[in-house]
Each structure stands twice: as C-alpha cells, then as structure tokens.
C-alpha cells in the first residue's frame, strides 16, 4: 500500500470510495432512496475544486493503482477551539478493505502532519449511529469531548453528531 498526497487527477477515486462508503456505512441510518441519489460525479467536481483550493490536506491509500481510502484534515472549522486544533474532516475506506489497517495506515499519517504542522490536538464528528467509525476512532484513542454533541437533519432523519478529541502531544 501506497499513501500519497492526492493530486486533481484523483478525484475521480475519491468521489467513488465517498459515496460508495456513504451507501454501506450508513444503509441503516439513512434513506435507501437518499443513498441511492447520491453521484460520483457531484462528488467528483466537490473534491476537484477542494484540492485545488488546497484548505485542507488530502491523502489516499492506494495499492495496484486502486484507490482504497483516503483522509482529509486541516485547521479545526469549530468556532469553539483555536489554531492550535486540527481536525479529521473525513475518513473513509471502501468496504472491501475495512478492518485491513488502512483507516489506521492514514491516521497515523495524518497524525504526524498534525505534529509536524504544530497542532497541539485532533478532533472529529462522527454521527452517533456509525458504530463501526466510533469503535475504531475510540480504538485509536480519540475520546469523546465535553458538551460535544449537535443535532442535524439528514434526507428527513434527525441524527446527532459527536465530536471525539484526541491530543498530538503524547
């Protein structure tokens, strides 16, 4: 496995692991017909314009030219923490290689672009329905965070939100 910085070329890839992740990690949550709608293509121009603004740092897992999963992380978007907090705007991994390592693979290096970038902590949202993100975010040691809960509305579906943090400096 390769983990490089993505380029505009790979947004294709990303787009296709976003929103084949979204369809089986949140089957249960959300709205068949809401999963269903969701396109590669609107994906595709999303991420196209994200990395050429280049606000945020984007890295992919790929082996044998295939794109398996990616991280995207930058400045904490919370009004609430400072400049010092970085924070994991998405990870996803294509099912076929969940519980392979690689979400692990691309935390840690995201993890020491942090340290290297001077982030002093890392935080997340994660929906309270994704059981499998929580267990593996608590499993790296990310840990829910004081008055660290919203509610949003999805395709019709009230769901909660939860922010899990974790420090850079141990």
Not at 110 to 135: P, Y
Request: hydrophobic letters at 45%.
């Amino acid at each position: 496995m390769n983990i490089s910085r993505a380029s505009p070329e790979d947004a294709y890839a990303i787009a296709q692991v976003h929103v084949d992740s979204w369809r089986e990690a949140y089957r249960t949550i959300l709205p068949a017909d809401y999963l269903a709608a969701l396109s590669v293509e609107k994906r595709q121009a999303f991420w196209t314009q994200a990395i050429a603004e280049g606000r945020s740092e984007l890295w992919l897992a790929k082996a044998d030219g295939v794109t398996q999963a990616w991280i995207n992380f930058g400045k904490s978007r919370d009004d609430d923490l400072d400049a010092t907090d970085a924070e994991i705007w998405a990870l996803y991994v294509a099912q076929p290689f969940w519980s392979k390592g690689i979400g692990l693979q691309l935390w840690l290096k995201a993890k020491d672009c942090m340290r290297s970038q001077r982030f002093s902590s890392c935080s997340l949202w994660v929906l309270s329905e994704n059981f499998r993100a929580v267990r593996f975010y608590e499993m790296v040691g990310f840990k829910q965070g004081i008055h660290s809960s919203k509610s949003m509305e999805l395709a019709g579906i009230q769901l909660t939100e939860l922010r899990y943090v974790i420090s850079l400096e141990d």
